[in-house]
């Protein structure tokens, strides 16, 4: 059944008010449901915070239409990307398999329930031939599970090709975490480790710096099958003939700071017990301003006030992130599923 | 924006850093790993010692040190100081000459290399005929004399190495007046020894390795006198009028030969084999020295009867009716004897005996009766049983400085009260700063106490917890009681002794308080023990606990070693530092940590179980703690099971791949197409081949999990009066540090002192805090209301401290060996944080607060954090806002005894084994600053009295 009213662009207010105000029109106050809407890309996606209700408003044009489904028997891959169209393809398969290939009988609903695996980042600023990839462990008994080793590899220099050594990734173990992505792959060389450089560095200084960000892991990769690498736009790809450099380029260093500042975890809280009670998290102390000194420390007091957490659909997307991906105008869908999977964070 | 300031560009700070932070390794103590050859300059009293890797080390009065590194790093097979110089010649295995000298620069002396030489045959010629074998430094200082394995002796000029070819003295004209029928038995093979004659400077000694030994006239060049000797030759040695000399010889045999004008062709006077009958060892150097009384001093190295005693290294030093045949721990390298060196004395008379053995320097004073050792001030063998740990205490009180002396010195009364012999060179260092001790456990249950505030590291004390024990070795064992008429007349001499009889006695852990005297030592066995200083011996029962750490743990097996057994009854314990409590933990692990806390009279220690506290004053434990988690049964089983289970592990993968072998063959039978088989026999080859391939270069990512072994190792305890429950009331706390990232921190209450002894102290537990990194943690620390780190226990009541800010909020440091992080206190809150391993892939090793003052005003110190990794960088991080300051690459990052070994001292210091013989000190402090600076003055007799200049030089003629 369909209903119609309206609503204050200008004042949509809370999500709550608002789901209290559906379930008043379709008199159903006792009934748990999902909302969704249609997005200017046609895609159904969810409303169930304020955020996400505030963007449906906002780009409602000028209807929003609204699809309410019990929630018992809802369809939870309904939502995402292109759903509306139903044009699912391969490549979102093979890189996200857990949206899609997952038992459907698992409650992914509401934004707790979604736990990301797994990102491609920092698309629009990393040369072609390279992958940034996001390991969430967090959570999860799933192993990392890969190796790496040492190797040698050909850089482009100043003085012509020179062999280097660098580090490797050897293995996946079976139904790990790193082979389940499918974004990693073995023989992938291994550049950086959040945002430090490997190069100089030994294997053993290398598997200590993963683990020691295991819980958060971003690696990346130079994909020893360059095949499947993202094509970018005309502008784009027309620089992409230096697809054999090979150093990251240096012309993004508040991007990166960005990115490295989004990566201070807050998801590695310790935790702490006290007077044998029950365990918590330690909460970040507030940030002091009684002196100069404690101001020149506060890259590390406020290492994430954000906490990063994105699920893989678009419902987080907020704008200043629009912004910075609308310097690549997204033709190809699936790569604009790829895009605007990462991890955009603004400070 | 401000991430951008990137900290360090302060212009400011960057000056104080230069004023407060600068790195230098200083000085290297203990004794030369490998030593090869050794020399002496009996005009510069200096000592010599050349090293397998090529250093030459030379040391003079106690601070007079000197260091030198060939290049080559080849080994050093012989050193002789040039006469009445400043100079010495090293030849290395690599039959390079080189010439060193020692230049005063800004008031000091320093050694540097001058000249290096590579003796040239002609075109054509093998190069056994340029091969050196014996060189002698003329007393005209302006040439040397070079025997080579030819037989040839060439001769070159100093300091230019220039060859005088005309000056060669060849085997031919060296042979040409022998009688035909020696000299068809045997040809000159190569020069053994070189010896100018005492006397006369124009005349010298040559014996070729077959036993021709011939006098040479430097003048006419030519043959004076044969002297043919029927056994190989090893050595020769002038008595000191020139009137005699002395040969010895391959089958254990010396002979002494007349030299006299008459008789070109003398008979040997004596031919003696002084521990014949039967075969003997050879007799491989040989000094005469004449005495006033008439009766002469020989001494000589080896000539052991072959069978019964071939394996001792032994000298032997005969004088009239006493014979003494000094026995060494381990090979003897060389050895030099100290006579009058003064020109106008008639006799030697020798007044010590120098010995390098390959583990240690033995003096002996040969002018006291019954022949005592010397307690050299340096050179000491840290290695004489194996260094387990070390423990460094800055700024020892002198009344705790002079018992410690005193309990020594009476473990010293056995040596000789002789001044040290070689006394030359001046120290002009100026006094150290203060008082350092620094004090090693070792394998066999002892602790040295070595006085580490200066260049010389000089063992005051040593402290043995044997005693407590029954082991199976009785200490009543005593090697050196050998019966009066045994012959050879053997004698142990040495403190080296690296087997020790029971692992278990090892020391692990060492807590001295400096200000009490107390000192808790722990052991590989789960034993804890708490000393007390007494000046007195005395005879007492050590007061006995036991901590079971696996309390209510049920089902599990230790499967390692046993606990050490006791001694029932009282034990006798000489004056020093003597045990009165006995804490053994169940199971009976190797202890990993250890705190003491005088001033509570409380002792902390742990294990890989858990940790305990025990009250040393009442003498009951408090209580302890499992920080096992119930899945780690490596910690449980003991460390033998660890080695058992990687084998095991390995057998099983050895067994999968020869299963899947097996398997394949199997489906041989079933399957008859061959091919298929084949393919499959090959796939298997393949993958276990792969798996061996890649195994050794591949590293696994893998997070840590709560379920990884030894996360239960306490590797830090830590007690601190700060405030734990809330802020208005501070508290005794223990904390507690693990490898699984885990901190436990407990409240403590400590009846007041005048009922101390009635109340029992309690604990309990007041936070746990569990570090998501879960990096084993390795440092924990209180900071004040200043940000100060709390002052050790009873600093204050000496007043050696200001009282710690209570006012001001505490904050926890936290450092495990990928981050540092801060904490507020009372709640626990995260403040800051710096991720180490995260950022440079380095993990910490070894922490510790040290206090850096200015070199350029007294007046400003600061605190900060010495840091080294496990890369062997040594990282200095400010507190408390844990900034990296500056970073020094210290040691070799394969080095891992080394990096393991690392000890800092509170004052920016620190000490690595380099060997295990040796600790290389080093500073990061601009004001303290430990090194060698001394003079070596050329006596003005040599520049000015050149009238008498060859007597002199024949009295100060090198041996």
Not at chain 1, 316 to 330: I, K, T
Not at chain 2, 900 to 922: D, H, N
Request: aromatic share 8%.
């Amino acid at each position: 059944e369909f209903r119609r009213f309206s609503l204050e662009r200008s004042k949509p207010g809370k999500f709550e008010e608002f789901y209290g105000l559906l379930q008043h029109v379709h008199k159903i106050p006792n009934v748990d449901v999902l909302v969704g809407y249609t997005d200017i890309h046609g895609d159904l996606l969810p409303i169930n915070n304020d955020d996400n209700y505030h963007k449906a408003v906002s780009t409602a044009n000028p209807l929003l239409r609204i699809f309410i489904q019990r929630k018992e028997d809802a369809d939870y891959s309904a939502f995402g990307t292109d759903t509306m169209t139903r044009k699912k393809n391969v490549l979102s398969n093979v890189l996200r398999p857990d949206n899609h290939k997952k038992k459907p009988h698992i409650v992914i609903s509401m934004p707790q329930d979604f736990r990301p695996v797994s990102s491609i980042i920092d698309v629009d600023i990393l040369p072609e031939t390279h992958r940034r990839v996001r390991l969430y462990k967090y959570g999860t008994d799933k192993p990392l599970g890969f190796y790496i080793r040492d190797g040698s590899s050909v850089r482009v220099t100043p003085h012509g090709l020179e062999k280097v050594p660098g580090i490797f990734i050897s293995r996946l173990v079976p139904g790990g975490l790193a082979q389940s992505t499918g974004l990693l792959a073995v023989n992938d060389e291994v550049l950086e480790v959040n945002g430090i450089e490997v190069s100089g560095k030994s294997l053993d200084q290398v598997t200590d710096m993963m683990i020691a960000n295991s819980r958060n892991l971003i690696i990346t990769v130079r994909p020893a099958n360059q095949r499947n690498n993202v094509v970018r736009n005309s502008r784009t790809s027309g620089s992409s003939g230096q697809s054999t450099e090979s150093s990251l380029p240096s012309s993004t260093p508040n991007i990166l700071a960005n990115f490295l500042q989004g990566e201070e975890e807050s998801d590695e809280e310790d935790i702490i017990i006290e007077d044998s009670g029950e365990p918590q998290q330690i909460p970040k102390a507030a940030p002091t301003s009684e002196s100069l000194e404690s101001l020149t420390q506060i890259e590390l007091l406020h290492e994430s006030t954000q906490n990063g957490f994105l699920p893989s659909s678009e419902m987080n997307l907020n704008h200043s992130a629009g912004s910075v991906n609308m310097e690549y105008e997204v033709q190809d869908p699936d790569h604009k599923s790829l895009e605007e999977d990462g991890t955009i964070i603004t400070l | 924006m401000r991430r951008f300031l990137r900290p360090g560009h302060d212009p400011v700070r960057e000056r104080l850093k230069r004023d407060l932070f600068q790195f230098n390794k200083t000085v290297e103590h203990g004794f030369p790993h490998q030593p090869s050859a050794l020399g002496y300059s009996p005009f510069l009293r200096l000592m010599a010692i050349g090293t397998r890797s090529g250093a030459i080390k030379l040391y003079g009065a106690p601070g007079v040190e000197f260091m030198g590194l060939h290049e080559e790093n080849n080994t050093v097979m012989q050193i002789h100081f040039i006469p009445d110089q400043c100079q010495l010649v090293t030849l290395l295995d690599d039959n390079s000459l080189h010439l060193w000298s020692l230049k005063q620069h800004s008031g000091a002396s320093e050694l540097r290399e001058e000249q290096r030489f590579t003796l040239k045959g002609p075109p054509g010629s093998p190069p056994s005929a340029t091969q050196i074998t014996a060189v002698l430094p003329h007393s005209s200082r302006e040439v040397l004399y070079l025997g080579t394995e030819s037989g040839n002796i060439f001769v070159v000029e100093l300091p230019s190495f220039r060859v005088l070819e005309d000056r060669t003295i060849t085997s031919e004209a060296v042979l040409q007046r022998v009688p035909e029928d020696y000299c068809n038995r045997r040809s000159c093979e190569l020069v053994e020894a070189l010896r100018e004659h005492p006397k006369n400077p124009d005349q010298i000694l040559i014996g070729y390795s077959r036993g021709l030994i011939v006098l040479w006239d430097l003048q006419n060049n030519k043959v004076t006198h044969h002297f043919l000797g029927s056994q190989q030759l090893e050595n020769l040695y002038w008595q000191r009028d020139g009137s005699k000399f002395i040969s010895c010889h391959y089958d254990g045999s010396y002979t002494q030969w007349p030299v006299s004008s008459d008789n070109r062709q003398p008979e040997p006077l004596e031919n003696l084999v002084p521990y014949g009958p039967f075969p003997c060892k050879a007799i491989s150097k040989i000094y005469w020295q004449t005495t006033k009384n008439g009766l002469p001093y020989i001494i000589f190295q080896g000539g052991m009867p072959r069978a019964s005693y071939g394996d001792r290294h032994s000298i032997s030093v005969v004088h009239g009716s006493q014979q003494t045949a000094f026995d060494f721990t381990s090979r003897v390298i060389d050895f030099f004897i100290i006579f009058s060196s003064e020109p106008t004395a008639e006799f030697d008379d020798p007044s010590a005996m120098v010995v390098l053995a390959e583990e240690e320097l033995v003096v002996i004073d040969l002018k006291t009766a019954g022949w005592p050792a010397v307690h050299p001030p340096y050179l000491a063998s840290l290695h004489c049983s194996a260094i387990t740990c070390s423990h460094h205490v800055s700024n020892i009180p002198l009344k705790l400085w002079e018992r410690i002396i005193s309990a020594g010195s009476k473990q010293n009364i056995h040596y000789s009260n002789m001044p040290w012999p070689i006394d030359g060179g001046t120290n002009v260092a100026p006094d150290p700063p203060q008082r350092d001790l620094l004090l090693t456990g070792h394998e066999d249950g002892t602790v040295r106490f070595w006085d580490a505030s200066g260049v010389c590291l000089h063992l005051l004390y040593k402290l043995s917890t044997v005693r407590v024990f029954l082991t199976d070795a009785d200490p009543n064992d005593n090697m050196n009681t050998l019966g009066e008429d045994e012959w050879p007349p053997l004698r142990k001499v040495g403190t080296f002794d690296p087997y020790s009889d029971d692992p278990r006695l090892g020391i692990q852990k060492i807590y001295l308080c400096k200000y009490s005297g107390y000192l808790a030592v722990a052991g590989t066995a789960g034993q804890v023990l708490v000393m007390e200083l007494d000046d007195e011996d005395a005879e007492h029962v050590v007061d006995h606990a036991e901590a079971d750490l696996l309390q209510d743990q049920e089902g599990y097996r230790w499967k390692g070693h046993e606990k050490l057994k006791t001694r029932d009854g009282p034990v006798r314990f000489e004056a020093g530092f003597q045990p009165f409590v006995l804490v053994q933990c169940q199971p009976p692990a190797v202890v990993t940590s250890l705190a003491l806390h005088s001033e509570w009279k409380l002792v902390a220690f742990g294990t890989s179980h858990g940790f305990g506290l025990f009250d040393h004053q009442q003498k009951r434990l408090v209580f302890v703690k499992c920080t096992l988690h119930p899945s780690d049964q490596l910690a449980l089983e003991g460390p033998l099971s660890r080695v058992k289970s990687l084998k095991k592990s390995l057998r099983q993968s050895f067994r999968r791949i020869r299963r899947s072998r097996v398997s394949s063959r199997k489906r041989q039978g079933i399957s008859r197409n061959a091919s298929e088989v084949q393919e499959a026999n090959a796939k298997y080859d393949q993958d276990a081949l792969q798996e061996m391939e890649l195994a050794p270069v591949q590293r696994k990512i893998e997070a840590r999990s709560a379920e990884d072994s030894f996360t239960g190792f306490v590797r830090t305890l830590y007690f601190a009066d700060t405030f734990l429950r809330d802020s208005s009331r501070h508290c005794p706390s223990l904390w507690a540090g693990t490898n699984g990232g885990t901190v436990y921190a407990f409240c403590l209450r400590i009846p007041p002192a005048e009922r101390r002894m009635d109340e029992p102290v309690r604990a309990e537990q007041a936070k746990e805090i569990q570090l998501m990194h879960r990096a084993p943690v390795v440092g924990i620390l209180v900071l004040d209301g200043r940000s100060t780190p709390l002052p050790e226990p009873l600093e204050v009541a000496h007043d050696l401290s200001k009282s710690p800010d209570m006012q001001g909020s505490h904050q926890l440091l936290v450092v495990s060996e990928e981050q540092f992080k801060v904490f507020t206190l009372p709640k626990v809150s995260s403040k800051l944080k710096l991720k180490l391993t995260a950022l440079e892939g380095c993990r910490v090793r070894k922490v510790m607060v040290a206090n850096f003052g200015s070199c350029k005003t007294d007046d400003y110190s600061e605190n900060d954090l010495t840091v080294l990794t496990n890369l062997g960088d040594i990282q200095i991080i400010s507190l408390p806002f844990l900034k990296l300051q500056i970073r020094y690459p210290c040691i070799r990052k394969e080095d891992v005894s080394g990096i393991a070994s690392c000890v800092f001292t509170k004052y920016g210091q620190g000490f690595y084994l380099i060997s295990p013989s040796e600790f290389e000190r080093f500073s990061l402090s601009t004001k303290w600053l430990v090194e060698p600076r001394c003079i070596v003055d050329v006596p003005e007799v040599t520049s000015n009295n050149h009238v008498h200049k060859s007597g002199i030089e024949n009295a100060v003629r090198k041996s």
